[in-house]
Each structure stands twice: as C-alpha cells, then as structure tokens.
C-alpha cells in the first residue's frame, strides 16, 4: 500500500492546481490520473478564464452576473467565492509564465462573453485551456509531485458507518493500466477527486471520451449525495458531426448567427432582443432548435455561424484555433464561408455535493472542477466560469484538505435540518438491478468497506489500512469476476444503447413521458450490464476492462440526471419542461438531491443559498 | 423579451394524439420504444447484410499491427485486417473504435479528445506520423490504411507505446516558468509584449503527442538526443521575454550541451509531421544561431 497525506484523484486543471496548493501547504501529495496530465480535457478548453481585473470591472459583479446567469440556482457564498478569488488565481497563472494573449501595453487581453455585464474573459487565443494545463502541469513537474500516470482509480475507501455523514475517506483503489495490478493508496489526510466531466453520456457532446463521470459515481457509491444532476448545459455551437466545440469566443468577437433563410434569429426571432448572439447559453440552444424545429434548419439539423466579416487578421489573431477546427473536423473554412453549429452536451453544472471549500460530508473527501458541484453554475453555467472555478476551488481544497484552513463554512452539506424529503418519481426501481449470482459480480463496488460476503478472511487489517485492504480485496473481486467471465455482452453495446436513449430523452427539450421511458431502459441498460464480459484476457493495458467499469459509472450518472430531471417540474435555466414553463420560485429554489443509500437512492431537497457576503440576490426575471 | 416563452411545439411525433389514447394500449412506452428499436435494428441489419456484396465501395480497409506480450496468440506480432463501413467525414480514430466495438474489444490504443488536443493517439499511419483523430479516411490515398505504434518507441502493446522516455527528455529542459523576481502583490501582472507573445506563439501549441521525435533519425539512433520536441520546449522558455537574462543564460546552456541542438542535421522529418504546424526546425536553427552568439559575447 502506498501512503500520502493527500491524494489528488485525476489531474486536469482542477486536479493540478489542488496538488500544488496542498503541497505548497506543507503536504506529501500524489496525483493518481488515468490519463497523463497533459492528455486531460481541461487541454480543451477554447475561450477563457472570467476574472474581475480592470478598472471598471468588480468582482461583485462578477458575482451577481453568475447568480443571474444560474438562474438563481447558484449558491451565493460559493459564487463570490469563485469571483472574489478569481482576480488572484488568473494572475497567479500568468505569474507561472502562461501565454495569455496581450495588449498592446502588455497587460492580458480580455473580451465579452455571454451573460458578462463587462469584457471580462481573459484568454490565450482560442486554446485557453491548452495553456492553462500545461503552465499548472509545469508547475506540478517544477515541485516534484508525484504523479501516477495511466492509474485508473475504481473505487474510494470510505468506513462503514451508517450514516454517510459519519464515515471517514482512508483512500482510493487504483488500477495500474500498464501492468494491471491493483493497488490501495491510504490518503492521511484527505482524498480530492478532480475527474472532470460525464459528457460520455449523451453520444453528441463536446467532451472527451474519457469524461466518463467516474468521480461523480463513486463518490455518488460511497454515500456522498450528489446535487441538480439534471442541470446539463448544451452548447449552441458545435460542429454537427463530432460535436467539436466552436468557443464562445466567436461570438464574443462579433459571430452572427443565420438560419436557413438568411435571418439573424437571435434578433429577428425575438429571443434575446437586446443581447442577441450574447445571450447565455441555455437561450441559444433553444433558440437554435427552435429555428430548426419549425423548419429553418440547414439540413433540418444545424444553422450556421458566420466570422467572415471580422476580417482575417482578427480571426488569426484570437481564433485562429477554429479555422484548424472548421477545416479539420467538418471541412469548412472559417474564412470562406460560414460554419455549420447546432446544440451538443457540454458541461455537467451537477454533481458531487461540496462546501465552498470542496469537503464533502464524508470526511476527508474533497471534489473539485466539473465532478463537483460547490454550487457557482447553478441552473446554467457561463462561458468562462469554469476555467475560474478550477483554479480557485481546486486552491481552496488543496489547502483545506492539508489543514491549513480553519474558516467555518456557510454551506452545509449531507442531510441537515433543513433538507426535505423527495418523492418517488421514478416508474422503475432506480439504482442496482437484480444481481446475477450470489456474488456481486460485475456491479460489485459500493463505496463503502465491502459487505463481508465480499471480502476475503486473509485480510484482517484493522482502522485505516484495514478500510483500504478491503476496499482492495473487493476490487480485486471484481475484475477477476469481469475478466473470468466466459459469455456476455460487450459494453460498448450496453453504453452506446444508453446514449441514445439519453440523447432522445432527456436532451435540451424535455417531457415527462421520455423521460420516464429514459428511467425504463436505463433499467434495461443496468440489467444487461450483469452479463457484461471482458474479452480481452490481458493485463497488459486493457481498456477494454476500464472502458466496462467507466460504462457502469455512465449508467450511474444517466439515471441521476433522468430523476433530477423528471423531480423539478419547472423551467429554470438550462432545464427546460415541456409541461412546465415557468420558473417557480415558491417552489424550487432548492437542489436536488440524490444518496445511493447502498443501492436504493433516495431524492431529497436542500435549500439555496442566496445570501452572500456581498448581497442577498433576489430572483428577478431572466432577460437578456 | 423575456426567456421563459414557450418554444412552439417541437415534439409533434411523441405526442400522442386523442385518438391515439383511445385505443387500447396494453403496452408501455418504453416496450414499445424498444419494440421500434428492434424493428429497426432488424431493418438496418437486413439492409447492411444486402449490402454486403458491394461493402468494397463504402467500407474501409485496416491494417492493424497487433501485439500482446502476455496473450499466446498475440506474443508474436502480426497485422489483423478489418473492414468496417466507411461514412462521410471519418477519421482513422473513428474506423479504429469503430473494429473494436464491433469486432475486437482488444485491440488497444490511446484516445481521448478526438479533436487534436490531448496529443494521446499520435500513431504510424500509411507510413507517416499523424494523429488518428485528425487524419480524414478520404484524404489518405491508399485503399488500405495501414496503422501501427509510433516508430522507435517500445510497443507496450497493440498500438499502445512507452512514453516514459519522451516525458524524461521533456523534463530534462526543465519545462517551467523560472523568473528571478516575481511581483509582490498577487495582482500584480509580469507584463509580456504582444510582439514577444507571437514569437513564443507557435512553440507554445505542442500537445506532447511524440510524433516529431519518432520521426527523427538522429533521435532514434541516439537516445541521449533531447530530439525536437523537449528543444522546442526549451526555446518557449528562452525565448519568452519575461523570464530575464540570467536564466535564458542557463538555458541556453542547457540546450548548448552534448546532447542537444548541435546534433540536430536540419532533416525536417520533425517539422513535416507536427500536427500543430509548430516549425520545429527553424526553432532549433534559431536556438543553434542564438548559442553561437552567446558563445561570442562570452569570449
Ligand atoms: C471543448 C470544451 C471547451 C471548453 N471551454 C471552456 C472555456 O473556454 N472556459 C471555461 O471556463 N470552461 C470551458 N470548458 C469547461 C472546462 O474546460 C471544464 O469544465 C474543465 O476543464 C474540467 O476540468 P477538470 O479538471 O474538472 O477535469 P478534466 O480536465 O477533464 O480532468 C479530469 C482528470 O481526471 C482524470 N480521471 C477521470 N476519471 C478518473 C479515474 N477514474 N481515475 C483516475 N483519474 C481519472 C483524468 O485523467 C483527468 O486527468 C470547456 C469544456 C470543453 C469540453
Ligand atoms: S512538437 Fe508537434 S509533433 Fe512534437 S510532440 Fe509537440 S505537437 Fe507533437
Ligand atoms: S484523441 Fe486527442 S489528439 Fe487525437
């Protein structure tokens, strides 16, 4: 068993910048990734990094844009967290030498994004994201952490308490995918979970198909309730075919969108009459549909995006990573002609549910980044606030975690008093499905210490190591079930079958009777995930083995996002309801819920926060 | 206007109409959903095995390099052919998940992005290092595509190689921001020309994907090389204004040592395949022009 202070669960922008700040808070740290650092999404990010820097600009209004802009779903104290701590950390960045574009005097450059009352989006031309991995990655090299790169982590080792609220984080089980060894790694002090998003969901999304939502599952197992899982953001511009994104930056810069006829619909179409293009994202995206819905579609599919009039010199100076883009992925030349774009998954603004520090209410683990769900995006996130949130949640998690913070918090989290008890909703019995054998085959990881039945009497650690030992040993157990296992189903068939489903039903438009046939075939989907099999018999690097667990994670998500989705009978940012549509403030400003309860989740509400430091944000109507 | 109108109806064919409700319906949504599924599923299924005969025309040919130290059958390494149908924009990435959902859950390679940013599934495809995300079927000439693992790099299996050499060469330039002072308040920006951001600009765009290296012959003769990406790791810092002379002194030392620019021979091989169009070559020239001057000034 290996031993650190802090583990740090994957290591994009989120997991990077928490390592840094945990060992700059005197902790021994590891990362444990399954991809190299340099290979995480966060290297995709285009547009940019919001921060209050210029005269002019303050970072309480940094902070009232982004509530608005949650549609009042954000959690105020996380929010201004976010805005008041996003001066400092931008600027850290460009202290470690990242490649900001620039102004003439030398200053980083910023621009408009939607849903910004100021130009405050700082950025490295189209490749933000790029830059900023790889300056934290730098980082990381520069101060020797140690980093266990291609380690698959498959299960948290959390104690058996009842109540999650009780149980304590000892570590993680990691996978070692070069040699395929299973291994337990005890964390003194705390576990952050940074693994980023769950677009793998949908089968048109801008992620990468590593974002499999792994963090969120396990934490989800392990007993950590996770939070407004409905809330999935779809972005108005990607590319029809790939779902390559087209960054908000194009239309910061002056973009237009057209429909089929020629018309600027944001404007002509009435749906964001005084921002037009800029309006926040869940707007665009259905303005977009709509268009195509009713027949002004290009192809019945896509509208188009138009940069042409900005010039060439603009558009190589701060885009000119979406020409690469356009041409290399749909074939078109940015400037020649306009580019197709239509709505596509984006970002999760769910999921695990964290203070404004990153603690969950298992002690000693954290989650950060797009995992975790503090909550700064509420009901909608915009473009720009998640590059932000990395740098200053992972920050503040880091230190948290290696001790260094003793401020209380203002957000609750687990059951508190005054959390309030859900509904069923669902048509099918939600979480586990009947198990195969008496062993708990290829569903075998609860998060928390194995049930005994699992677990194997050679081991008899007892306290922490004990936790891991087991959570080890059950580990074990199943990836000897998963690659013994003679006949079965490839999960390739099981999770392209759950994106469809969750891309007919529960997508940018929704309605109750999809949704609720969404919840039947995720059953489905679970039931013939237990006569899943891995084929490849190897060690040796099979990923057919980590792409069959990521497939169990991604039906753990979809359900969690489906029940969510049915529970709030509303129309609030990003979620929007056929049969419902208003917001409706009596009723809904609160999350929702979801505890796996050891295989019979459970939906329940807390309030939101709308009390800040700054302000108390009164829920106005939402125009643009 | 305000957001929260009402879309016109959008989803006319999953609403069911009065009549439709009328009748009798013993089944649920979701039996009849999957019914439809599988109806349609049987109907593309007879219209693929109908086309089968003519799958020359629409489907793909690849040529895979296998190997599997662990696996008997695989220990000896071997090409494995797959026909999988070609569609319309497809990328040789797409055609390989494409064999191994359907035929070989196997076979083994790197991917994450699939847009040219995660640098994880640079490969040897038709004879040249690219990245398979980013290669278009329709634009290789051949019918065949022929895809094996990064030349010179030790093949840990299938398409899968060890980096671990290639991170160790990039490390060894000491790949970070190093400045001598750094501002006192945590606001406070080091500043950087626009003019020196554009000089750096290319060099800054390498995604570690190792196809530059694998395809120099110096750097596969010579593991000692530093080879060009680790070099052009090293010009984005010397070159960037803001870290001050003192430390571009020591760079350049670094980069001045054995096993550095000076066994660069200006073959372009490194330049010809970086999928980020980074000139490769005329960094390192400018670093070895950079080296002589400083050696001037030095005596
Ligand atoms: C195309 C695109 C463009 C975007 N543009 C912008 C923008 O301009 N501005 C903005 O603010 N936001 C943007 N976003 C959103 C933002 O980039 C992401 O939300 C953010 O980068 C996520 O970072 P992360 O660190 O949470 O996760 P990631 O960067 O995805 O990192 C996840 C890490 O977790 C690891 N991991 C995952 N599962 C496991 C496991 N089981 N075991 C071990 N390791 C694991 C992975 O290896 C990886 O290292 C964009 C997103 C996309 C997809
Ligand atoms: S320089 Fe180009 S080819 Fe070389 S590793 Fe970087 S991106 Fe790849
Ligand atoms: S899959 Fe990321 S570069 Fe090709």
Redesign the interface.
């Given at each position: 068993m290996r031993e650190y202070d802090v583990i740090v669960v994957g290591a994009g922008g989120a997991g990077l910048r928490a390592a840094i700040a945990a060992q700059e808070a005197g902790a021994d740290v590891a990362m444990v990734t399954k991809?190299?650092p340099?290979?995480?999404?966060t290297?995709?990010a285009e547009g940019g990094i919001n921060a209050a820097?210029r005269e002019g600009d303050d970072w309480r209004d940094h902070a009232y844009d982004t509530m608005k802009g949650s549609d009042y779903l954000g959690d105020a104290p996380a929010v201004e967290a976010l805005t008041r701590e996003s001066?400092?950390e931008t600027?850290?960045l460009?202290?470690?030498?990242m490649?900001?574009?620039?102004?003439?005097?030398?200053?980083?450059s910023q621009r408009p994004f939607g849903g910004l009352s100021f130009p405050r989006t700082t950025y490295a031309?189209a490749?933000t994201g790029?830059?900023m991995l790889?300056?934290m990655y730098?980082?990381v090299?520069?101060r020797g952490i140690e980093v266990y790169d291609e380690w698959y982590v498959t299960r948290l080792a959390v104690t058996d308490e009842e109540e999650p609220e009780e149980r304590d984080c000892e570590g993680v089980v990691a996978y070692d995918i070069?040699r395929g060894e299973i291994e337990g790694f005890r964390a003194r002090d705390g576990v952050i979970l940074a693994t980023g998003g769950l677009g793998q969901v949908y089968d048109h999304t801008t992620n990468?198909?590593?974002n499999t939502g792994d963090g969120v599952a396990m934490a989800y197992r392990a007993g950590v309730p996770i939070e407004d899982m409905e809330m999935i953001q779809f972005h108005p511009t990607t590319l029809p075919?790939?779902g390559?994104?087209i960054s908000e930056g194009v239309r910061g810069e002056g973009g237009i969108l057209y429909n089929s006829e020629g018309e600027r619909f944001m404007f002509e179409g009435?749906?964001?009459?005084n921002e037009g293009e800029l309006?926040s994202r869940?707007?665009v995206a259905?303005?977009e549909?709509?268009e195509v819905?009713?027949g002004r579609g290009i192809e019945d599919e896509y509208v188009h995006l138009d940069m042409r009039h900005l010039g060439e010199d603009r558009i190589l100076d701060r885009l000119e990573n979406i020409l690469?883009?356009a041409e290399?992925?749909?074939?078109v030349d940015g400037l020649e002609e306009p580019m197709p774009v239509k709505p596509g998954q984006h970002y999760a603004m769910g999921g695990v549910e964290t203070d404004e520090w990153g603690a969950t209410c298992v002690g000693g683990l954290y989650a950060v980044g797009e995992c975790a769900c503090a909550s700064v995006h509420g009901a909608n996130r915009l473009g720009g606030n998640a590059l932000p949130e990395l740098a200053v949640f992972g920050a503040r998690a880091g230190r948290h975690a290696a001790g260094d913070v003793d401020e209380a918090s203002e957000i609750t989290t687990g059951w508190s008093e005054d959390s309030e008890e859900g509904e069923n909703v669902s048509?099918v019995a939600l979480g586990e499905a009947d198990l195969p054998s008496s062993g708990k085959g290829a569903l075998a990881d609860g998060g928390r210490q194995s049930p005994s039945g699992d677990s194997d009497p050679a081991v008899d650690a007892q306290g922490a190591e004990g936790v891991v030992e087991h959570a080890v040993q059950a580990e074990r157990t199943r990836v000897h079930y998963l690659l013994e296992k003679e006949e079965g189903v490839?999960?390739?068939e099981v999770r392209?079958e759950l994106q469809e489903t969750m891309t007919e039903n529960v997508n940018v438009?929704r309605?109750e009777?999809?949704l609720?046939?969404a919840l039947?075939?995720i059953r489905?989907a679970r039931k013939e995930y237990q006569h899943v099999t891995?084929?490849?018999?190897?060690?040796?690097?099979?990923?057919?083995l980590i792409h069959t667990i990521e497939t169990r994670n991604l039906l753990d998500v979809a359900e969690a996002i489906t029940v969510g989705a049915l529970a709030r009978d509303e129309?609030r940012g990003a979620h929007?309801r056929?049969e419902h549509?208003?917001?409706k403030d009596d009723e809904w400003l609160k999350h929702t819920m979801l505890s796996w309860n050891d295989g019979s989740p459970g939906l329940w509400y807390k309030p939101v926060v709308l009390e800040g430091e700054a302000k108390t944000y009164e829920p106005k109507?939402?125009?643009? | 206007m305000s957001t929260q109108t009402e879309p016109p109806e959008t989803d006319d064919e999953t609403e069911s109409t009065p009549e439709a409700e009328a009748e009798p319906e013993p089944r649920s949504p979701g039996d009849r959903r999957r019914a439809e599924k599988a109806a349609r599923e049987a109907e593309r299924e007879r219209e693929e095995a109908e086309a089968e005969p003519d799958l020359g025309e629409d489907a793909v040919t690849l040529k895979v390099f296998r190997y599997d130290p662990e696996v008997e059958e695989k220990a000896e390494p071997r090409f494995d052919t797959f026909r999988v149908p070609f569609e319309k924009g497809m990328t040789v990435l797409d055609a390989l998940i494409d064999a191994r959902d359907t035929y070989d859950s196997s076979l083994t390679f790197r991917h994450s992005c699939r847009q040219a940013v995660c640098g994880s599934d640079a490969l040897f495809i038709n004879g040249r290092q690219r990245l398979g995300c980013q290669t278009q079927i329709a634009d290789l000439d051949d019918d065949v595509v022929r895809v094996e693992p990064l030349p010179h790099q030790d093949v840990v299996k299938d398409l899968v190689v060890d980096m671990e050499h290639f991170y160790d060469q990039m490390e060894a330039v000491e790949p970070y921001f190093q400045t001598d002072e750094t501002p006192d308040d945590e606001l406070e920006e080091q500043h950087q020309s626009p003019e020196n951001r554009e000089k750096i600009k290319m060099s800054t765009r390498c995604i570690w994907c190792g196809a530059c290296t694998s395809s120099c012959n110096i750097a596969a003769d010579d593991n000692e090389y530093l080879g060009p990406a680790a070099i052009n790791k090293a010009y984005r810092f010397a070159m960037d204004e803001r870290e001050g002379e003192g430390m571009k002194e020591h760079r350049m030392e670094l980069i001045e040592q054995e096993n550095g620019v000076w066994r660069c021979q200006t073959q372009f091989s490194c330049t010809n395949v970086c999928p980020k169009d980074i000139p490769l070559t005329e960094h390192i020239q400018e670093l070895k022009r950079e080296a002589v001057k400083s050696n001037l000034k030095f005596w």
């Open positions: 991809l190299h340099v290979r995480s999404h290297g995709a820097l001066p400092k600027i850290q460009e202290n470690w030498g490649a900001f574009s620039r102004d003439e005097d030398g200053q980083v031309g490749e790029h830059h790889h300056t730098e980082q090299v520069k070069k990468a198909i590593a075919s790939t390559v994104l009435g749906y964001a009459n309006a869940d707007v259905r303005a549909l709509n819905n009713n690469h883009l290399d992925f749909e074939g048509p490839n999960h390739a392209s438009f309605e009777g999809a609720k046939d039947e075939e489905e891995v084929e490849d018999p190897s060690r040796t690097y099979n990923t057919d129309f929007w056929k549509q208003e917001r109507e939402r125009s643009y | -």
